[in-house]
């Protein structure tokens, strides 16, 4: 039964919350805005007081009434509390050489969130499902979410940048609250939801008659409701959306965009972050700190080599067709739950309903996105790397080797999934499986940066720390009894070397196998030794081809296409690519046009990874993670994305 | 450690690295460091180099290009190192002119009628900005250098920073001049955070879009002279900068 509560008594629920033990955290006004932050006492909240905003315009101003909540939502969302914009992982300590990482525990308090808006409480169950529904769930922000109370607050006058109602967020506050508040004049109508709100409620000074308020109340709601400032016409959004990839709007709107990365930080659901290793001079003890990102910065999509996104169209897109379109397949829901924050805290004041508006109204084809993928939840973040010894180093070629180390306890993992490697203080970063055994594990790595290049330094006996394995693997047994061609360029024959090694101890189930691997110059073929006893052994019809000769090679020169188009591929076998992007849209191009079904071919992709789970939001490939989708996909289901600029 | 045409704050900083600085001793082998110390000059060769300061003078230019033939990495620091500091504002004027305006003997004055930043006249291995840099940027070079890393120094907007700390918008709440969208991050985003737009003292981020920011700053209320001043600042020698200020001649 809802109650109602005199507006003047705010403050004994301020109170009980204290005597609770929760910190308090309410708008409350700072630097010319209604930011959230801890109050001491209701006197705090910005009574009588309203925010007039508008494209990258954002002004406070007295209202002739003390209303305690009649504004909207500012600079600030709820995420900074759940979701910190830095926070520390993961600890490493060296004690004698041996390095050894930990989880960092959460111990924060428990905070009461009060004023939480209908759009921020859905943006609120949006992180959730981001950080909790798997497959990794990240403990440190469930932990601070299940300790957190929630007083929500109907909105009963709409902002000029609002259009919660266009995203079914709002006015009304509906969701995951433990108390909801409407204020009525100078009454608050008081509703619970849980049994904390229930207890919260039955120490409060209410009285009963909250039927009446609720009348006025819902009429205040559903008058705010028609009276949004903006609106987005969501109909088939995301659709529309990606079929308007080529809509001159995003030149246009790329030419207004500073690409400073405001709006995705302003926005309460964007969890974009960035890992890094803080230095190891002062001391023995280092942390592996997460912050805040934004996909306006280089560094998001840049990997060794490439960078995706390089210019200010391509990031907007990336950010606005994340939010309304490919967040869908990601997470089931919108990535926008129409705060409007984005709108006035974008200092040249670009509209995102306007901005979208425009370009779904454009003539592409809607494309659809596939289906939202459902995850198991494990319990771990998967951030603490174990400490594992190095067994040997085997030198490849002039720039690649092989490191064997210790199998960790109880190890598995898939062909074609992938490990972090670590080393103190330089970072960890994505290595595929290129072998194992009962005992060891071989990493086959190509020196091209920092990281790789401290890992190539590695000797017998060094520890360094592993975290994994990850991703998708081959599909192998989908394979049992089927012609299966393996095309490998450059280092991508790492990845393919322990399905292969595989698929030929187990001759009877894979009896027609071909590898068709291409490489710079015949001192870059890797696993020489071993590549010419598959050949001997005739298990493995393998081809190799040369960009460049020498006097010594007497072999195929040309790109690994031309092996394609020599050979006679069978059309309903299995084909497995791995290597550069370039050399796998070639390879693809033949593939495709002798009528191989794109079903039948699976590819390895890469992109920048910082946390490997799907957290990070760094390796993301239209709907979809590169770390936990892939990296090995059925190109059918990439192939809408496969070699478009952008992505 | 050495220094050309600037204001030895940067070198201060590394002295201001109290804790750290321990560690930075026992780590590598401090040979010269004008600020802390009057030891003259050694020849080299040097391991690590760390420049301070802008190209002004001949001798300047005689010096640098010593240094760097017995360098094994050579790093800028601070504006005036990485893009001519405040002193290349010269460059955009008349230099005798100032010269005679500010010295009652211009005949002794031996000076280049340009200040331009190191990477202009000799190769450079990293290059770190701030006026002054960032204490805890500078420990992470040293340490990335040490460790044999790429530094994390990322080149993003200061927004990101300002936000990330909590920071009100001033350009949002106030129509405040603020080049922040278009400034190299590292300082932490201090000016905001003391209600003040940001100066550019970091210079231009990657891919800045100083011609949206120009029209922001007009649509504000500024004219072409007073978008040319917020340009050239600390950094206005900047390439980005240097550009988008002659656009508003
Ligand atoms: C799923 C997957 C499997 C891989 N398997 C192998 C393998 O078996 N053998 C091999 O030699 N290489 C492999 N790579 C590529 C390897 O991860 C990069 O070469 C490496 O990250 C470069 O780091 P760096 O610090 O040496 O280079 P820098 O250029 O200094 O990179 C700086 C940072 O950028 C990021 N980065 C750069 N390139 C990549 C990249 N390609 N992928 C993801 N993040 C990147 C990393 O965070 C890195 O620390 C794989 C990549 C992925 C995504
Ligand atoms: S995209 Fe903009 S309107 Fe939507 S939730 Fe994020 S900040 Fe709010
Ligand atoms: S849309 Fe606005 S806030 Fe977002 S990056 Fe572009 S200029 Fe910055
Ligand atoms: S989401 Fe972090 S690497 Fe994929």
Redesign the interface.
């Known amino acids: 039964m809802p109650e109602r509560i005199a507006a003047t008594e705010l403050n004994s629920l301020v109170s009980l919350l204290q005597a609770d033990g929760y910190r308090v955290i309410a708008p409350t006004i700072?630097?010319?805005?209604i930011?959230y932050d801890e109050i001491a006492s209701a006197g705090e909240l910005p009574v009588g007081w309203t925010d007039d905003q508008a494209p990258?315009?954002?002004?406070l101003r007295r209202r002739d009434d003390s209303a305690a909540f009649g504004y909207v939502v500012?600079?600030?969302s709820w995420k900074?509390f759940l979701f910190p914009?830095?926070e520390q992982l993961v600890t490493l300590r060296v004690r004698d050489k041996q390095p050894e990482w930990s989880a960092v525990a959460d111990e924060g308090p428990a905070y009461a969130f009060v004023g939480v808006r209908g759009c921020d409480l859905a943006a609120i169950e949006i992180q959730d499902t981001v950080f909790t529904k798997g497959p990794f769930v990240d403990g440190r922000y469930r932990a601070r979410r299940d300790r957190c109370l929630i007083i929500a607050v109907n909105c009963t006058e709409a902002g000029d940048l609002c259009f919660c109602a266009s995203m079914g967020t709002g006015p009304r506050a509906d969701g995951d609250y433990d108390l909801r508040l409407t204020e009525v004049g100078d009454e608050l109508l008081v509703e619970a939801a849980s049994a904390r709100g229930r207890s919260l409620m039955d120490r409060l000074p209410t009285q009963a008659g909250g039927e009446a308020l609720q009348v006025q109340a819902d009429q205040a709601i559903t008058q705010c409701g028609d009276a949004m400032g903006r609106s987005l016409n969501v109909t088939d959004l995301p659709a529309k959306l990606m079929g308007n990839l080529e809509h001159p709007r995003w030149q246009d709107v790329a030419?207004?965009?500073?690409?400073?990365?405001?709006c995705t930080?302003?926005c309460p659901t964007c969890f974009c972050s960035?890992i890094?290793?803080t230095?190891?001079?002062?001391?023995d003890e280092t942390a592996r700190e997460r912050?805040?990102?934004?996909c306006?910065?280089?560094?998001h999509s840049t990997i060794h080599g490439a960078q995706f996104r390089?210019?200010?169209k391509s990031r907007y897109q990336q950010w606005l067709t994340h939010k309304l379109a490919t967040w869908t397949s990601q997470f089931g829901t919108s990535g926008c739950v129409g705060c409007g924050r984005c709108i006035?805290?974008c200092?040249?004041g670009i509209d995102i309903t306007e901005e979208a508006n425009a370009i779904a109204a454009g003539p592409g084809h809607p494309a659809p996105l596939p289906e939202p993928k459902q995850y198991e939840a494990r319990e771990n973040d998967g951030q603490v790397p174990v400490p594992v010894r190095v067994a040997s180093v085997v030198r490849e070629t002039h720039d690649t080797v092989t490191l064997t180390l210790d199998l960790p306890d109880g190890y598995q993992h898939g062909h074609g999934q992938f490990n972090m490697l670590s080393l103190p203080?330089?970072?960890d970063v994505p290595i595929s499986v290129s072998g194992s055994n009962g005992q060891a594990l071989e990493h086959t790595l190509r020196d091209v940066?920092?990281?790789t290049?401290?890992l190539a330094d590695l000797v017998t006996g060094d520890v360094l720390g592993l975290r994994g394995p990850f991703g998708t693997a081959w599909p192998i047994e989908e394979a049992v009894g089927r012609s299966v061609v393996l095309i490998a360029g450059g280092i991508g024959l790492a990845p393919l070397r322990s399905v292969l090694r595989e698929m030929i101890a187990r001759h009877d189930d894979f009896p027609h196998l071909r590898l068709l691997y291409g490489t710079r110059t015949p001192n870059d073929i890797l696993f020489s030794r071993e590549l010419l006893g598959w050949i001997q052994n005739s298990r493995v019809r393998a081809h190799v081809t040369v960009d460049r000769g020498d006097s010594s090679w007497d072999g195929n020169i040309g790109v690994v296409t031309k092996l394609i188009r020599r050979k006679r591929l069978p059309k309903d076998g299995l084909y497995f690519l791995c290597g550069p992007e370039i050399m796998m849209h070639f390879a693809l191009a033949e593939l495709l046009a002798d009528d191989v079904p794109e079903k039948n071919i699976y590819v390895s992709m890469e992109r920048n990874m910082k946390c490997a789970v799907g957290l990070c939001g760094r390796c993301q490939y239209g709907p979809h993670f590169v770390c936990k989708d892939g990296p090995v996909f059925r190109y059918d289901q990439i192939s809408d994305i496969f070699g478009k600029s952008g992505f | 450690m050495f220094k050309l045409a600037s204001c030895d704050g940067c070198q201060l900083t590394l002295l201001d690295c109290e804790?750290?600085l321990l560690?930075?001793a026992e780590?590598v082998d401090i040979v010269h460091f004008p600020e802390a110390s009057s030891k003259v000059l050694p020849d080299g060769p040097f391991d690590v180099v760390l420049v301070e300061g802008s190209v002004s003078t001949t001798a300047q230019l005689d010096e640098l290009r010593h240094i760097r033939a017995c360098t094994r990495v050579l790093i800028t620091i601070g504006a005036c190192a990485t893009t001519g500091g405040i002193q290349a504002l010269r460059n955009f004027a008349d230099h005798d002119e100032f010269v005679r305006a500010v010295y009652a003997r211009p005949d002794y004055i031996d000076s280049l009628t340009t200040a331009t930043p190191i990477a202009d006249h000799v190769g450079v291995d990293f290059e770190l900005r701030g006026c002054p840099i960032d204490k805890g940027q500078l420990?992470?070079v040293?340490?990335?250098l040490?460790?044999?890393?790429?530094p994390?120094i990322?080149?993003?907007?200061v927004?990101?920073e300002c936000?990330?700390?909590?920071?009100?918008?001033v350009?949002?709440?106030?129509n405040e001049a603020?080049l922040?969208?278009?400034t190299h991050a590292g300082c932490g985003a201090i000016c905001p955070a003391f209600?003040r737009g940001c100066y550019g003292c970091f210079g231009p981020r990657?891919?800045p879009?100083t011609?949206?920011?120009a029209?922001?700053l007009k649509k504000h209320g500024a004219d072409d002279p007073e978008v040319r001043r917020h340009f050239r600042l600390f950094t206005g020698y900047s390439k980005e900068f240097r550009e988008e200020s002659e656009r508003h001649e």
């Open positions: 700072r630097d010319g805005a930011v990258g315009e954002y002004r500012g600079p600030h900074q914009a830095r030419e207004r965009c500073l690409s400073c990365g405001n930080m302003a960035n890094t290793d230095s190891i001079l002062s001391g912050s805040w990102d934004s306006f910065t280089a560094d390089p210019d200010v006035a805290w200092p040249v203080g330089v970072g940066g920092k990281a290049g401290a | 804790d750290e560690a930075v780590a420990i992470e040293i340490t990335a040490l460790v044999g890393r790429k994390a990322p080149d993003e907007s927004c990101l936000k990330r700390r909590g920071t009100v918008c350009v949002v709440t106030k603020c922040g969208p278009v209600a990657e891919r879009n011609r949206a920011l029209t922001l």
